[in-house]
């Protein structure tokens, strides 16, 4: 008898207690219901105290103010590259008009290495969700977000969040999203409390994580 | 590289020697004091909490009542999205499936994201026999690797160690292992994380074999679930070209949306975060994203006995968050190595002997009887899993298990046999109730009184003396009850009031006042 048929066996035998015609859903499941949740501007102000709880830079800008927001982030790396200049990794579809000219631009996509990636200074990229209640970005990795690994490898990330994206809670987030995707939920920049409990920011994943909220006029 | 767990003494001998280490009590009383303040503080910003565990046991409850209608589903859905299923009875048939998929590659290391199923499978030790090294990436993991050790709680492995003890470790064998340890490490833990930042990068980078576990498995869409805070489990679930993930079969999810209550149950319960920094979810393979080979291992090593027990069924719930190991008053005096398993606590009191099996070593049996029963592991767990009723039925089976192996009956078979013979006749009652009374007043001049003024007995003769040595037992009635009854007529009579509670007026009502008219 093969593996599986010998574990679903053993598991349809263990459950001799639950008669044979129940339907799966026999165990009704009721979730909260949703609170009051705040909304419009309260929620968007919610979502920028609760990422910057997390150690994470917040910095809020009308459309036309993200361009300089975007610059002064990375402003502040120093390059790996021994000629001076930093090398910015742009995921296909983010926006143009937020890349700084002063930069070379390393496009992902599949042929970009990992070895490439590691020399990287840092990464731009944009949103498909942003949770209030949690101070939660999460990548669905659709256009301007770019491959799992981009916003993995370099030790910088820029995020752009658009303020309509924000959502007050997890359910909302988990409602929107397409379950045939990979989802990359980020809160803050990487961390360990392995130590003691301290917490400490920036292990494996990006040291910093600069979020762009973009509020339109 | 680390030990296995084999060879622990049995819990109230291994309890005994982690009590006399002075620097792990306080390495864990300072670490679960910090996490059970930052839990009850998330915990209570959630307006509903009851309501989201009552629908986290739900969920369970309803995988774990139609286990395999779930699993076929899962299976189907894992191969639609491009990735190859394997199911394995027990730990080696397991262990084997990693080292093909790994051999296959011809590579002689894997880099791991922690992974209590793979901890339990002893993955690392069958790697190694085949020649395989498993880098473990997560930075307690890490340590405890690094320290030849074991990991003594399901969250923070390495909670025994301090800062002091970490930097020693990383000093002395991170140079042997790969990248050394920068000469002037300081244990400042920022410090200690760099360290294992620029010892890991050379590994993540060049590993084209990862292995992982999967906090959750949806049935309806075959997408996995890692959650952790480093990112090291990132740079292990996207940067290799082939990832096996080992899934327990209880981490089974019905729906995507099952995912929204789990995920806020989890953090909270777990690091006492409103969110932890990363989750990943990938559904089969990606193309030009991530992993292009994708392996699941459905792993029952036990989960199906755990099943067939009704009432120790609800422990395949858990969701592995330890909130029940940073409140336990047993655990936070003992640490986890004491437990002998890869689950320690009160998750692993209850977990460990359904997945062993009771009754065939003194270490597994030892397990229920690890706890107070003070019940504030079920009051913390976030699917509701009721521990203490689960503990109070495994002392059950481990009793049973061991009038099975031996037929020679215990001193307490005995006493069961003799109690049910006076219990069933009135006569014998009665006569046994007399001789204890007489025995009682006699015993009431020769005993002593207990802290708080209770008359109890001294030594008892006879089979019962152990039993007595340890325990202040309650001199017997002077009078029986029977006896009692006959004398007053059920308290009618007068002769009984003179002591009793009638005569104080309605602000103390007695016992018997109510029955006495």
New interface residues.
């Given amino acids: 008898m093969?593996?599986?048929e010998?574990?679903?066996q053993?598991?349809?035998?263990?459950?001799a207690?639950?008669p044979a015609g129940?339907p799966?859903?026999?165990?009704?499941?009721?979730?909260?219901?949703p609170?009051p949740a705040p909304e419009g501007a309260a929620v968007v102000d919610l979502f920028a105290e609760?990422v910057a709880?997390?150690r994470a830079v917040v910095e809020r800008a009308d459309t036309g103010g993200a361009a300089a927001l975007v610059a002064g982030a990375l402003a502040a790396r120093t390059p790996l590259a021994g000629d001076g200049r930093l090398r910015i990794l742009v995921p296909p579809g983010f926006p143009d008009g937020l890349v700084p000219g002063d930069v070379d631009v390393v496009t992902d996509?599949?042929e970009v290495t990992?070895?490439e990636l590691?020399r990287c200074d840092g990464v731009l990229s944009t949103a498909a969700v942003g949770?209030a209640?949690?101070?939660?970005i999460v990548l669905d990795?659709g256009p301007g977000q770019g491959?799992?690994?981009a916003t993995?490898?370099p030790d910088l990330h820029v995020c752009v969040v658009r303020s309509d994206q924000v959502v007050p809670g997890?359910?909302d987030?988990?409602?929107l999203?397409d379950?045939?995707?990979?989802?990359?939920?980020?809160?803050?920049?990487?961390?360990?409390?392995?130590?003691?409990?301290?917490r400490?920011e920036?292990?494996?994943?990006?040291r910093t994580l600069h979020v762009v909220l973009l509020t339109p006029h | 590289m680390s030990g296995t767990f084999l060879g622990t003494p049995a819990f109230p001998t291994a309890a005994r020697t982690a009590l006399e280490d002075s620097q792990l009590r306080r390495?864990l009383a300072?670490?679960t004091g910090?996490?059970r303040a930052k839990r009850a503080g998330v915990v209570s910003e959630v307006?509903?909490w009851e309501?989201?565990r009552?629908?986290g046991e739900?969920?369970k409850?309803?995988v774990l009542?139609?286990?395999?209608?779930?699993?076929?589903q899962l299976?189907r859905s894992l191969v639609a999205?491009g990735a190859t299923v394997?199911?394995?009875?027990d730990a080696a048939?397991a262990n084997r499936i990693v080292v093909d998929v790994a051999q296959r590659h011809g590579t002689d290391e894997v880099v791991k994201v922690k992974s209590m199923a793979t901890q339990e499978i002893e993955l690392n030790e069958a790697l190694a026999a085949a020649g395989i090294h498993a880098w473990e990436?997560?930075?307690?993991e890490l340590?405890v690797q690094l320290g030849d050790d074991l990991p003594s709680h399901i969250l923070?492995p390495?909670?025994h160690r301090?800062?002091a003890e970490?930097r020693e470790i990383f000093l002395r064998e991170m140079g042997r292992a790969g990248r050394a340890a920068p000469d002037d490490l300081t244990d400042e833990?920022?410090r200690?994380?760099?360290a294992?930042?620029t010892h890991?990068?050379e590994k993540?980078?060049r590993a084209k074999v990862a292995v992982s576990g999967a906090n959750f498995a949806?049935a309806?869409?075959g997408?996995l679930t890692v959650v952790e805070?480093?990112?090291?489990g990132?740079?292990c679930?996207?940067?290799p070209e082939v990832l096996v993930s080992v899934v327990g079969?209880e981490k089974v999810l019905?729906t995507?949306?099952?995912?929204?209550?789990m995920?806020?149950l989890l953090p909270r319960s777990s690091?006492g975060?409103?969110?932890?920094?990363?989750?990943?979810?990938?559904?089969g393979v990606?193309p030009?994203?991530?992993p292009q080979e994708v392996h699941v291992v459905?792993l029952?090593n036990g989960r199906?006995?755990v099943?067939?027990d009704?009432t120790g069924r609800q422990a395949l719930r858990c969701i592995r968050c330890s909130a029940c190991l940073n409140v336990c008053p047993v655990y936070e005096r003992t640490g986890g190595h004491a437990y002998g398993s890869v689950y320690p606590g009160p998750i692993g009191a209850i977990l460990t002997p359904q997945l062993r099996g009771v009754g065939t070593d003194a270490q597994t049996d030892s397990l229920p009887y690890a706890s107070s029963l003070c019940g504030a592991c079920f009051e913390v767990c976030p699917v509701r899993i009721d521990i203490p009723e689960v503990l109070v039925h495994l002392r059950g089976e481990v009793v049973r298990a061991h009038q099975r192996a031996s037929r020679v009956p215990s001193v307490q078979d005995m006493a069961m046999k003799a109690a049910s013979w006076t219990l069933s006749s009135a006569a014998r009652t009665g006569a046994a109730e007399k001789v204890a009374g007489l025995g009682g007043r006699l015993a009431g001049r020769l005993g002593r009184t207990a802290p708080g003024g209770r008359a109890v007995l001294g030594a008892l003769p006879g089979p019962a003396s152990p039993w007595a040595d340890s325990r202040d037992v309650p001199v017997p009635a002077a009078e029986s009850f029977r006896s009692w009854w006959e004398r007053t007529d059920g308290g009618r009579s007068r002769s009984d009031n003179t002591d009793g509670g009638r005569s104080d007026g309605p602000a103390d009502p007695a016992p018997g006042a109510e029955g006495g008219r």
Avoid: C, K
């Fill in positions: 093969s593996a599986r010998a574990i679903l053993r598991a349809r035998r263990a459950l207690d639950v129940d799966v859903t026999d165990v009704p499941v009721v979730r909260p219901a609170g609760r709880d997390y996509g599949p990992v070895a590691d949770i209640e949690t101070g939660t990795h491959r799992r690994a993995l490898v997890v359910p987030a988990v409602a999203l379950p045939a995707r990979p989802h990359t939920w980020i809160s803050g920049p990487s961390a360990t409390s392995d130590i003691e409990l301290d400490v920036g292990v494996h994943g990006p | 390495n300072h670490a910090t996490i307006d509903d309501q989201l009552l629908a739900a969920i409850d309803r009542r139609h286990l395999p209608d779930y699993l076929e299976e999205a394997h199911w394995a009875r048939e990436t997560d930075l307690a340590i923070v390495a909670i301090n800062r970490i833990p920022a200690l994380a760099a294992a930042r890991l990068r993540f980078l949806v309806e869409t997408t805070s480093e990112g090291n990132r740079m679930l996207t940067l079969i019905p995507f949306q099952d995912l929204d209550v995920l806020q690091t975060e409103r969110m932890n920094p990363y989750t990943s979810t990938w559904t990606t030009g994203d991530g459905l029952d199906t006995d099943l067939a009704p």
